[in-house]
């Protein structure tokens, strides 16, 4: 099979920009890629998840418990393994590249809960996801890293240049500092490459961070 490669990092953290940049980088090479992002906005399989980042269920992050958010998120990922992109993953020629994936969950909802159930609730996760469910385990998870300060101003730049809205996830600061601390965990835990993108506060251009995340892939 070819290499499944998932790009993390908090909302505002520049992972579409990369992962665009990475394809862009292995189709150039003759590569054959497939490229992912999730949620899937606009997609019936995303109904739930647009509910909850949309405040339906709750005004804020902690209104709906991490296992049941969880549920929501791996229900899109499923539909849309089983229904698109099974066949370009088990394809030995192509290279699958996601904007987050199951690994997000490990940290986005990991934050809800008390430290001591952290480990926990993430074996439960990837037990659920990858056994149970039966979705495919990425080779290679970078991790983007940025203060929660530096991502959030990025959030709050791209909503006022676009007009887009930010979901109950962005708006919330406390949730994003403890989502920045739980990532750290499960990067550690899981064997992800971080990269950091704004060492000292001072963020990195695209194209530096870029020469890190090829690094931390060793391409």
Known sequence: MGRFIVIE?????????????????????????????????G?????LVEMYLGGELGSDPDSVNGYASSVFFAADRYISYVTDWKKDYEDPDCTVVATRFTTANAYHQLSKLEE????????????FEFEKLGLPHPDSVVLLSMDPSVSSGNVRERSRETGQKMDIHECDADYLRRCHKAASYAAEKGGWSVVECAPEGVLLSREEIFEKVRAALKL
Do not use: H, N
């Not at 940049?21 to 189709?27: E, P």
């Not at 997609?43 to 109904?47: D, G, H, Q, V, Y």
């Not at 001591?116 to 037990?127: C, I, M, Q, T, V």
């Open 116 to 127: 001591g159930k952290w480990e926990d609730f993430r074996r439960w996760l990837y037990d």
């Open 9 to 41: 990092g908090l909302d505002g953290s520049g992972k579409t920009t990369q992962s665009e940049m990475l394809i862009r980088w292995l189709k150039e090479r003759g590569q054959k890629v497939r490229a992912l992002s999730f949620p899937r906005y």
């Open 43 to 47: 997609e019936k399989s995303c109904t």
